[in-house]
């Protein structure tokens, strides 16, 4: 069982709503990662936080906005979204910045995100 | 963008086989993980290989990575019905600190 919690499971948004994803851990990890990941296509990398700080954002659409208030909690702010930004939204943690470290990322179960 | 590509895409074999998965990769990499995902759900970690390493192993996990090649494999031996999922290898820059996924395989195991 994956140790890194997702709310909620299932959202279901219209595209001038404002919702959010929250992703919590309790592992003591100071890296944590927002994915986007579409149906039988890999994972993408949205967002990185380090140290709560913002570290990569490969430019993602200000419509999605990341929030990181503490270590163990990352968000993700929905805004004015499209029908094809539904997908799988993955939240990941891991010790450190993996490319100094070589930690192992631990994924959450995933937020599936429906908008219409 | 994805870093590394994966073949097969799909893979089809009877219960008790081996199933063999491989992953090739572009840029020097710290260090390779390889992933499981069942329809629907998060992602398990499988095992992690680090640059320096060619060869680790797990239960029935074996990865092997060569990076003069740039390439590396995840064998599962003697394989069952519950095995069946994608499986991801997905590769951690040296020079970057994120993860980037392989397309996938896509591992079906008929009992």
């Known amino acids: 069982d994956t140790e890194v919690t997702q709310t909620p499971k299932h959202l279901v948004m219209g595209m001038t709503n404002k919702k959010s994803l929250k992703c919590e851990q309790h592992?003591?990890?100071?890296?944590m990662y927002w994915y986007k990941q579409k149906a039988k296509k890999p994972p993408e990398l949205m967002f990185v936080?380090?140290?709560?700080?913002?570290?990569i954002n490969e430019s993602v659409p200000s419509r999605f906005s990341p929030e990181c208030p503490n270590s163990s909690l990352l968000n993700l702010h929905l805004h004015a979204l499209q029908p094809e930004d539904s997908a799988l939204y993955l939240c990941?943690?891991?010790?450190?910045?993996?490319?100094?470290?070589?930690?192992?990322?631990?994924f959450g179960e995933g937020s599936w995100l429906t908008v219409v | 963008s994805q870093q590394g590509e994966e073949d097969p895409q799909a893979l089809s074999i009877q219960e008790g086989e081996n199933a063999t998965m491989n992953c090739s990769y572009k840029?020097?990499?710290?260090?390779l993980q390889w992933y499981r995902q069942n329809s629907g759900r998060g992602l398990v970690h499988l095992i992690l290989?680090?640059?320096?390493?060619r060869e680790k192993h797990s239960g029935r996990l074996r990865v092997t990575l060569d990076t003069s090649k740039k390439s590396s494999s995840l064998l599962i031996t003697a394989s069952r019905a519950a095995d069946t999922a994608s499986y991801f290898c997905?590769?951690?820059?040296?020079?970057?600190?994120?993860?980037?996924f392989g397309a996938g395989t896509r591992l079906t195991v008929k009992p």
């Open positions: 990941a943690s891991s010790q450190g910045i993996t490319s100094r470290l070589g930690n192992t990322i631990y």
């Open positions: 592992m003591g990890h100071r890296a």
């Open positions: 936080y380090s140290y709560e700080k913002l570290s």
């Open positions: 840029t020097s990499i710290n260090n």
């Open positions: 290989i680090r640059s320096n390493e």
């Open positions: 997905a590769t951690v820059y040296i020079n970057n600190n994120d993860m980037r």
